[in-house]
């Protein structure tokens, strides 16, 4: 089936300071989703991106497509505490009825004050 | 934004027993729906997808008659954990898209369930 690698896994920052995360896959995605999830909560739709090359940005949240098709970065701009979470991408591909999602293994943001 | 709204937040139940966790769209109709797991620290792990009126099409290792899923109205589905053991304790997290719109899946908040 198909893969997500996200990266990095975790990662400790100062407030303030620039985040980025990516994700790479082995096949080709039509959507890239990327989701925010905090402690016992459902994820949260951050950013969509539906064609490639498309930057697309939120707040101090920008997301990429990857020309390829097979990536997509994230990145936060200025971090602060209530940026703490676990970001997914998700990757969305085509097909009849296929709306199905892909999930990668999340990164762990940790923001200190 | 579209909201999915998920209830109970959290269950507690014995071993044996069956436990039914409800999905709904509150501001829009949902075509599809879809039923993750999630284990501490992991990932989402899909466990089926519902569409209205038919039945849910489940992932391969999913039990279809231990994870009954019903999505009998275009803002309602319902998983049913039948017979439940303490290793079917969980998170259990819905999704819900309106596929005729947009590939976008919007979550609900997740019920935790517990099975003593």
């Known amino acids: 089936g198909q893969q997500l690698n996200q990266s990095p896994q975790s990662m400790f920052i100062q407030e303030g300071e620039d985040v980025s995360m990516n994700c790479t896959s082995s096949?080709?995605?039509?959507?890239w989703l990327w989701y925010k999830q905090d402690p016992g909560e459902g994820p949260v739709l951050l950013i969509a991106?539906?064609?490639?090359?498309e930057l697309t940005s939120n707040g101090r949240l920008t997301a990429q497509f990857g020309i390829t098709r097979k990536d997509s970065f994230l990145n936060i701009s200025a971090s602060i505490p209530s940026d703490v979470g676990i970001y997914f991408c998700?990757?969305?591909?085509?097909?009849?009825?296929?709306?199905?999602?892909?999930f990668g293994k999340g990164t762990k943001l940790s923001v200190i004050p | 934004g579209a909201v999915v709204s998920q209830h109970p937040s959290r269950v507690i139940c014995k071993s044996g027993t069956s436990v039914k966790i409800e999905c709904r769209s509150l501001?829009?109709?949902?075509?599809?729906m879809f039923w993750y797991r999630q284990f501490p620290k992991k990932s989402l792990m899909l466990m089926a997808t519902?569409?209205?009126?038919?039945?849910?099409?489940?992932e391969q290792g999913v039990e279809k008659d231990k994870f009954l899923i019903n999505h009998a109205s275009l803002t309602l589905s319902t998983l049913t954990v039948t017979s439940a053991h303490p290793e079917d304790s969980s998170f259990y997290i819905c999704?819900?898209?309106?596929?005729?719109?947009?590939?976008?899946?919007?979550f609900g908040p997740g019920t935790r369930l517990t099975v003593t």
């Open positions: 991106l539906y064609k490639a090359g």
């Open positions: 999704s819900a898209s309106d596929s005729a719109i947009t590939y976008e899946q919007y």
């Open positions: 519902s569409n209205e009126g038919s039945k849910a099409t489940y």
């Open positions: 501001d829009f109709q949902a075509t599809t």
């Open positions: 998700a990757g969305q591909s085509s097909g009849a009825g296929s709306y199905q999602l892909t």
């Open positions: 096949s080709i995605f039509n959507t």
